[in-house]
């Protein structure tokens, strides 16, 4: 067992918490990595109204007694999203872990910690991660440019995030993008972190609620099959490298707005993706990370497997290298 800060403040068995990945993060696959011993996180914005989230809240406790969260994701979309609605919406079905990611959580803070809820922060530089530490957030998930979806326009590695992010900041640190393995959990908490953040690797899962053609093409992928796309409207993304992303890329380079971009690369067409499996469906987000998955096993399975492999980097590798004298 690894025991971190953050397994201390989260109740959780494993440091190792599922991204809140959009359309994916549902209940099964929340309650299953939440069972593993792991925190699974649910997607607000997965749901059309608040209501919907409330329903997938009680379908996720019906399925699991051990902790879970809420990813509220305050990104530019093509219509309005009532965010204060979700907020309060999380926090009346009793929710206690809230994700934030994308903008400054602090208008939602007086509301979450007064509901005794605590909030991750996740975001993509320093100087954010010192903001959310500074405003009250209790861990900041630090997130680098490995990561799948939106790493933000610094593009730093969270070779070099990671240890910045610790050498900052005193609150648990979740190391977030790039991680799919045992080495990278072992090497995340050697650069300073408390826990990993995985999301693309829980893609590949008996349990993630998407087509089995997907998973298998995650399987055949190299790190090489990602791009980074809408870096011309300063929300760059990180999605599968397909025909509709070199389209937007194409797009952006003729200099076209979100008003020509928008219906390539809506979220309601990528999520047929998911539920179709046809890759060219829309746009959908992945991390490098798809060229360290190899299988799709159970979510328990790779909870151990991942935990299983750092203990055994931490008690034979590393100190199989030290020599006196
Ligand atoms: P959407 O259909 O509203 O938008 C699709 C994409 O276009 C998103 O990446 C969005 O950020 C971007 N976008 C929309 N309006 C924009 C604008 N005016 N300028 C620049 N970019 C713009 O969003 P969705 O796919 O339904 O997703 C809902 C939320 O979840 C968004 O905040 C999105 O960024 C986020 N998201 C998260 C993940 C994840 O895996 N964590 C994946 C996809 C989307």
Redesign the pocket.
């Known amino acids: 067992m690894l025991r971190t800060r953050l397994t201390d403040l989260l109740g959780i068995r494993h440091p190792i918490i599922q ?4 359309w994916v993060s549902r209940a099964e696959l929340v309650a299953a990595v939440s069972n593993a011993g792991a925190l699974g996180i649910l ?1 607000a ?1 997965t749901h059309p109204t608040p209501e919907g989230l409330v329903r997938e809240i009680q379908k996720t406790r019906e399925l699991t007694d051990q902790p879970f969260g809420v990813n509220i ?7 309005p999203v009532p965010y204060e609605e979700y907020v309060q919406a999380a926090i009346e079905a009793g929710v206690k872990i809230v994700e934030t ?2 903008r400054n959580p602090e208008p939602f803070l007086p509301a979450l910690k007064k509901a005794g809820v605590v909030v991750i922060h996740k975001c993509t530089s320093v100087r954010h991660a010192v903001k959310a530490e500074k405003i009250g957030c209790d861990v900041v998930s630090i997130d680098g440019f490995e990561c ?3 790493p933000g326009e610094d593009d730093v590695p969270g070779l070099v995030l990671i240890p910045r992010t610790a050498d900052t900041v005193n609150i648990p640190i979740v190391a977030s993008g790039g991680f799919a393995d045992g080495r990278g959990l072992a090497a995340a908490l050697a650069l300073g972190a408390d826990g990993i953040n995985m ?1 693309t690797r829980f893609l590949a899962t008996r349990e993630a609620p998407i087509h089995e053609r997907i998973k298998e093409l995650l399987v055949e992928a190299d790190e090489r099959q990602t791009t980074l796309i ?1 870096r011309s ?1 300063r ?1 760059t ?1 990180r999605v599968f490298r397909n025909r509709v992303a070199e389209e937007v890329l194409r797009l952006e380079g003729e200099g076209a707005g ?1 008003e020509t971009i ?1 219906p390539l ?4 067409r ?1 999520e047929r993706v998911w539920s179709e499996g046809d890759p060219e469906a829309g746009i959908w ?1 992945a991390g490098l990370v798809v060229g360290l998955i190899h299988d799709v096993p159970p979510v328990a399975e790779l909870v151990e497997r991942i935990v299983g492999e750092a203990e055994s980097i931490i008690r034979q590798r590393l100190p199989g290298m030290l020599v006196s004298g």
Not at 73 to 79: A, D, G, N, Q, V
Not at 265 to 268: A, N, R
């Open positions: 991204g809140g990945m959009q997607t914005l994701t305050i990104l530019p979309t093509l219509k990611a994308g799948a979806g939106h999301g809408l409207l929300n993304a979100i928008g690369v809506s979220g309601k990528g987000a």
